[in-house]
């Protein structure tokens, strides 16, 4: 099982500018290679300043001039927000530029807030069409002259310029959760990405018996990778406390999560205050103490014995995530120790 690192930069306040984040951002990204990461993922969010991404694209880009082996993840591009000329030219302009280091990752969408503002208020459960439209018609542009005329997209013969370094084509990975998502992604022989949320090992366990399923159903296709993606925070164990701040953290996070997805409240400046605890009085997986044992936190120790396990289950990658809404002093403190006591018991 190997490591990488899913990273956005993330701003709660206005004290820090983004130029100051922009340089976090990257330091932990280099980290993540010297560490010995595959890869480095980056997503796709508008809008919203706890997750500054408006194109991972152009961060890739960055990371890939200043980095040599660690492989760079758009994970995930929004469907509906792109044109699949514009997506296959972007991604495979990335391959190019990091000489064959290319990997992204493609999903249906989750915030209506956003798709209200890129895709005139279609319904965010709707981005499924977009995304069975758009895995395929990239793939076919990679390869050259094509023609589209679909539900979503019409367009005459074109392709894709530049073509990816890497053939027949770049990795493909389909962020999945329901059985069809992962029956679609399989049968386009794309690799999956998954995540448990706030959810305990036992989602784990579910997530990979439905992608079992649909490698089973699916015997003329190569078996593809499975990646599980988990909020990650390790503390010494001299620290018996260690977990609060980051079980605390994450809390912050997913309230500030359910408050933009609940899409009933006008942000200000970017900035959205989370949902109030008392909302989940009666929602136990939202407690630090129940964080503590269903996100990835711990001693180093405890951190391997859950991996190990998910190693024993089949995940090809295990991608650390490291937005949290801790300080950047605490994120690279937690990175380090990974690195350091982490992954050298899986090599």
Known sequence: MRFSLFVHM????????HRRLFEDFTELALMAE????????????HAMEYTISPSPIPLLAHLAARTSTIRLGAGTIVAPFWNPIRAAGECALLDVISDGRMEVGLARGAYQF????????????????HLRELVPAIRALWQGDYAH????????????????VQRPNPPMWVA?????????????GCNVMVTPLMKGDEEVVDLKRKFDTAVANHPEVARPELMVLRHTHVHAPEEPTGWRPAAEAINRFYRTFDAWFGNETTPRDGFLDPSPESKFADRPEFAPESLHRTAMIGTPDEVIERLRAYQELGVDEYSF????????AEKRASLEL?????VPAFR
Do not use: M
């Open 34 to 45: 010297a560490g010995g990461f595959s890869t480095v993922w980056v997503g796709e969010h």
């Open 321 to 328: 995530w490291i937005d949290t809404g801790l300080s950047h």
């Open 10 to 17: 993330e701003r709660w306040d206005e004290e820090v500018s």
């Open 149 to 164: 005329d679909g539900e979503i997209w019409q367009f005459p013969t074109s392709t894709s310029v530049p073509k990816p």
């Open 176 to 188: 999945a959760r329901d059985p069809d998502s992962h029956d679609f992604a399989v049968a386009q």
């Open 338 to 342: 990974f690195i350091k006591e982490v």
């Open 114 to 129: 956003e798709f209200d503002r890129l895709a005139g208020g279609l319904s965010a459960r709707d981005g499924g069409k």
